[in-house]
C-alpha cells in the first residue's frame, strides 16, 4: 500500500477506519482485462466477488461499457466464471435511453454496432441531439461530421456522452477513449457535453440509491474500487464517496502522482481489497 494509507497502531487501512455497508465495483480492469478472444479474468476477482456476496454486502457493478448490452457483459463475464445478473449492473446506454425518452429526443448515436441494441425503436431521423460513446473505428471524419451538424444546426445543442475517459486499456495496449472525441464536439461546437456514465455525480447517486444508501451517510457506507483514478476514484470521491485505486487494469506508476486525485487507499487487485474489508470492516 502506498504511504500515508496505513494506521500504525493496528495495520488497519485508512479507507476502513470508518464502516462500509456499499461496495461499488468498476468492472473492466478490476474483474477482468478486456482484449483478445472475450479478455481475461484477473486472478482471484472471481472468488472476491463471490466472497463479498456471501458475506452480504450490497454491491453494484459501475461501468462504461457501451459495446454490448447489459445482457451481453452479463454473459461476457459468464464466460469468465463470474455470476452476475442484469440488475446489478448500472452502465450509460440504459441512462441514455430513458433521458432521450423523457426529453423527446431523437439521437444521432455514434456508439459501437454492438451497443445500438440499448437503442432499438428509438426516433433517429432528423436528429436533433447526439450521443457519444466508445465507437473506436467509427470515430471517422464523416461521422464525427455528422455530429458536428447536428449540433451546429440546433438551436439548444444537446450532447450526451457515456463517459469522459481519456484512455483505456485492450490487451496490453492503452487505447483512446471516448474522452477526446467529447472534447472535439464540445470545442468545435461551443456546447458542454452530459455525461452520463462515469465520472458524473448523477451516475454514482444512482448506484447508491440502487443499493438503498442515502448520500447523507454515503462517506460512512460506501467506497468504489476501480482502476481509472480520474472517472472511478476521482469521481466517486467528489460524491463523498472514498476511493480506492487497484493496481491492475488501466493503472500506472504515474497514478501516484497524480495532481489532483489522492486515492483514499491503493490495493494490488480487488483480491487484496476484499480481503482487507472481510478482516476490517
Same mark, same amino acid.
Given at each position: 500500500?502506498?504511504? &500515508?494509507?496505513?494506521?500504525?497502531?493496528?495495520? =488497519?487501512?485508512?479507507?476502513?477506519? =470508518?464502516?462500509?455497508?456499499?461496495?461499488?465495483?468498476?468492472? %473492466?480492469? $478490476?474483474?477482468?482485462?478486456?482484449?483478445?478472444?472475450?479478455?481475461?479474468?484477473?486472478? @482471484? %476477482?472471481?472468488?472476491?466477488?463471490?466472497? +463479498?456476496?456471501?458475506? &452480504?454486502?450490497?454491491? *453494484?457493478?459501475?461501468?462504461?461499457?457501451?459495446?454490448?448490452? *447489459?445482457?451481453?457483459?452479463?454473459?461476457? +463475464? @459468464?464466460?469468465?466464471?463470474?455470476?452476475?445478473?442484469?440488475?446489478?449492473?448500472?452502465?450509460?446506454?440504459?441512462?441514455?435511453?430513458?433521458?432521450?425518452?423523457?426529453?423527446?429526443?431523437?439521437?444521432?448515436?455514434?456508439?459501437?454496432? %454492438?451497443?445500438?441494441?440499448? /437503442?432499438?425503436?428509438?426516433?433517429?431521423?432528423?436528429?436533433?441531439?447526439?450521443?457519444?460513446?466508445?465507437?473506436?473505428?467509427?470515430?471517422?471524419?464523416?461521422?464525427?461530421? #455528422?455530429? /458536428? =451538424? $447536428?449540433? +451546429?444546426? %440546433?438551436?439548444?445543442?444537446?450532447?450526451?456522452?457515456? &463517459?469522459? #475517459?481519456?484512455?483505456?486499456?485492450?490487451?496490453?495496449?492503452?487505447?483512446?477513449?471516448?474522452?477526446?472525441?467529447?472534447?472535439?464536439?464540445?470545442?468545435?461546437?461551443?456546447?458542454?457535453?452530459?455525461?452520463?456514465?462515469?465520472?458524473?455525480?448523477?451516475?454514482?447517486?444512482?448506484?447508491?440509491?440502487?443499493?438503498?444508501?442515502?448520500?447523507?451517510?454515503?462517506?460512512?457506507?460506501?467506497?468504489?474500487?476501480?482502476?481509472?483514478?480520474?472517472?472511478?476514484?476521482?469521481?466517486?470521491?467528489?460524491?463523498?464517496?472514498?476511493?480506492?485505486?487497484?493496481?491492475?487494469?488501466?493503472? =500506472?506508476?504515474?497514478?501516484?502522482?497524480?495532481?489532483?486525485?489522492?486515492?483514499?487507499?491503493?490495493?494490488?487487485?480487488?483480491?487484496?481489497?476484499?480481503?482487507?474489508? +472481510?478482516?476490517?470492516?
Amino acid at each position: 500500500m502506498a504511504a &500515508g494509507t496505513i494506521r500504525e497502531e493496528d495495520g =488497519r487501512p485508512t479507507w476502513l477506519c =470508518r464502516k462500509i455497508h456499499g461496495i461499488l465495483l468498476d468492472i %473492466s480492469g $478490476v474483474l477482468y482485462n478486456s482484449g483478445g478472444d472475450g479478455g481475461s479474468t484477473i486472478p @482471484g %476477482s472471481v472468488e472476491a466477488v463471490e466472497k +463479498l456476496k456471501a458475506a &452480504g454486502y450490497k454491491v *453494484r457493478f459501475c461501468t462504461n461499457e457501451d459495446q454490448c448490452t *447489459r445482457q451481453g457483459l452479463v454473459d461476457k +463475464l @459468464g464466460n469468465l466464471g463470474f455470476n452476475l445478473s442484469a440488475s446489478e449492473i448500472l452502465s450509460p446506454c440504459p441512462i441514455g435511453r430513458k433521458l432521450i425518452e423523457e426529453r423527446k429526443l431523437r439521437p444521432y448515436l455514434l456508439i459501437h454496432p %454492438s451497443g445500438l441494441l440499448e /437503442f432499438n425503436g428509438l426516433d433517429c431521423n432528423e436528429p436533433n441531439c447526439v450521443l457519444i460513446g466508445g465507437a473506436e473505428e467509427l470515430f471517422t471524419y464523416e461521422n464525427m461530421n #455528422g455530429a /458536428f =451538424r $447536428v449540433l +451546429l444546426d %440546433s438551436d439548444d445543442p444537446v450532447l450526451m456522452a457515456t &463517459g469522459y #475517459g481519456r484512455y483505456y486499456k485492450s490487451g496490453s495496449d492503452l487505447k483512446l477513449d471516448i474522452g477526446p472525441f467529447t472534447k472535439a464536439l464540445e470545442f468545435a461546437c461551443d456546447v458542454k457535453a452530459e455525461i452520463i456514465g462515469k465520472p458524473a455525480a448523477s451516475f454514482f447517486l444512482g448506484a447508491l440509491e440502487d443499493i438503498n444508501i442515502s448520500p447523507e451517510d454515503v462517506s460512512i457506507e460506501a467506497v468504489m474500487i476501480g482502476d481509472d483514478i480520474v472517472s472511478d476514484v476521482g469521481g466517486a470521491q467528489a460524491c463523498n464517496i472514498r476511493g480506492v485505486q487497484v493496481r491492475t487494469g488501466k493503472f =500506472r506508476t504515474q497514478d501516484e502522482k497524480h495532481p489532483t486525485v489522492k486515492p483514499d487507499g491503493y490495493v494490488d487487485n480487488l483480491a487484496a481489497a476484499v480481503d482487507l474489508i +472481510l478482516k476490517y470492516n
